[in-house]
């Protein structure tokens, strides 16, 4: 399972940062990854990270946020700077894992995390 931490209400232009943690029996995890979802619109991609540490950013996450992982933890990790009304959403972090005994690798997702932007 993922375990998402870390969001809260921040004033514009501040900073969250978001941490996730998969637990559970798992051979390997792939790409790791955050996603949110605004009140009314679809849910997006913010970041993703491979197992190597190759990222992948949102235009609108670009500059301002910043995504890591800790592989012998299994945690991934969002910083976000910067913060924007805009950025109001669920925040969800996702990781592609490969259970043990299994020989296909799983989408898995976190709980939800709710992040709020004052102005």
């Known amino acids: 399972q993922l375990q998402a931490s870390g969001g809260g209400l921040v004033q514009a232009g501040g900073s969250l940062r978001l941490s996730c943690a998969a637990s559970?029996?798992?051979?390997?995890?792939?790409?790791m990854g955050w996603y949110h979802q605004a009140p009314g619109k679809q849910c997006e991609l913010v970041a993703t990270?491979?197992?190597?540490?190759?990222?992948n950013y949102a235009d609108f996450a670009k500059g301002r946020f910043t995504i890591s992982r800790d592989n012998a933890k299994n945690t991934v990790t969002l910083q976000m700077n910067s913060l924007r009304p805009e950025d109001i959403a669920l925040y969800y972090c996702?990781?592609?894992?490969?259970?043990?005994?299994?020989?296909?690798?799983?989408?898995?997702w976190g709980q939800g995390t709710l992040v709020t932007v004052s102005s």
């Open positions: 996702n990781a592609h894992i490969r259970p043990c005994g299994w020989l296909s690798e799983f989408g898995f």
């Open positions: 559970g029996p798992m051979w390997s995890i792939n790409d």
């Open positions: 990270i491979s197992s190597g540490g190759i990222t």
